[in-house]
């Protein structure tokens, strides 16, 4: 059983700064490319930022400048440092991992919420 678990979410002003975290635990034999989606009240999930394997990102043009994605694969984790917030970025937060377990599949973490406001 493969379980992804985000923290690292809360209530920010705007201008202010988060860093989101995810960590994969179960019988996980290899991880490919690694995702940060959001999802707005009303809105349909979006894709924030992505990272492979190799290191290669890539960034919706919304929070390019602002957010940096980073991984760790010795702690099957993904990272999402978040700069220079603005209300707009209110959202709830999930990871998404490509891996490996009995097959590859995509396994998705049950959000943490992001609340930007004064």
């Known amino acids: 059983q493969v379980q992804l678990v985000e923290s690292g979410g809360g209530l920010v002003q705007p201008g202010g700064s988060l860093r989101l975290s995810c960590v994969a635990s179960?019988?996980?034999?290899?991880?490919?490319?690694m995702y940060w989606y959001r999802q707005a009240p009303g809105e349909q999930r979006e894709l924030v930022a992505q990272?492979?394997?190799?290191?290669?990102?890539n960034y919706a043009d919304s929070v390019k400048g602002r957010f940096t994605i980073t991984r760790d694969d010795a702690k099957n984790s993904v990272y999402l440092q978040m700069n220079s917030l603005k209300p707009e970025d209110t959202a709830v937060y999930y990871c998404?991992?490509?891996?490996?377990?009995?097959?590859?599949?995509?396994?998705w973490g049950q959000g943490t919420q992001v609340t930007v406001s004064s």
């Open positions: 998404k991992y490509q891996l490996y377990s009995r097959g590859w599949s995509d396994y």
């Open positions: 179960g019988s996980i034999s290899a991880i490919s490319t």
């Open positions: 990272i492979t394997r190799g290191g290669s990102t």
